[in-house]
Every structure is written in C-alpha cells, then in structure tokens.
C-alpha cells in the first residue's frame, strides 16, 4: 500500500497525541508525595501564564487566575 505525505503526517500527528495523552493519565500513577509535588509545579505554571495575560490585558484563562483559584494548601 503507497501511502502519500498528508497520510504520513496524520499518522505521525496521531501517535504524537497518543503520547502525550499517555504521559498526561500517567502522572496519576506516581507515588502520591511526587504526584502532588507536579501538582503544585504546574498550578504555579497556570498562575504565571494568569499574571502575564493580565499584565498584557487579556482575559486570563480558565484556572490561571492566582486571586480566584482556591488551591488548598500543602
């Protein structure tokens, strides 16, 4: 079977997404104490991106917003 470049590409771009939805689901796997140390990395991530979008004046993104977020603490 001859397969052209678009199908290649597709294909490509459909096990690239595949990984990276494994990587995503894998965290949860992890001991609880790293878990939630990837947690906080990335809610620190998300509230970076928040400050930098209203420092530019757009609209922040859903869960990026430090102020309205209620993140427990550790």
């Given at each position: 079977?001859?397969?052209?470049?678009?199908t290649?590409?597709q294909?490509?771009?459909?096990?690239?997404?595949?990984?990276?939805?494994?990587?995503?689901?894998?965290?949860?796997?992890?001991?609880?104490?790293?878990?939630?140390?990837?947690?906080?990395?990335?809610?620190?991530?998300?509230?970076?991106?928040?400050?930098?979008?209203?420092?530019?004046?757009?609209?922040?993104?859903?869960?990026?917003?430090?102020?309205?977020?209620?993140?427990?603490?550790?």
């Amino acid at each position: 079977m001859f397969e052209n470049k678009e199908t290649i590409t597709q294909e490509k771009n459909t096990i690239l997404t595949l990984a990276m939805h494994a990587c995503d689901v894998s965290q949860q796997g992890r001991k609880f104490g790293v878990a939630k140390e990837w947690t906080y990395l990335l809610f620190d991530e998300f509230f970076d991106q928040g400050d930098l979008e209203k420092k530019q004046n757009l609209p922040v993104t859903m869960l990026c917003d430090r102020v309205t977020v209620n993140v427990t603490a550790s």
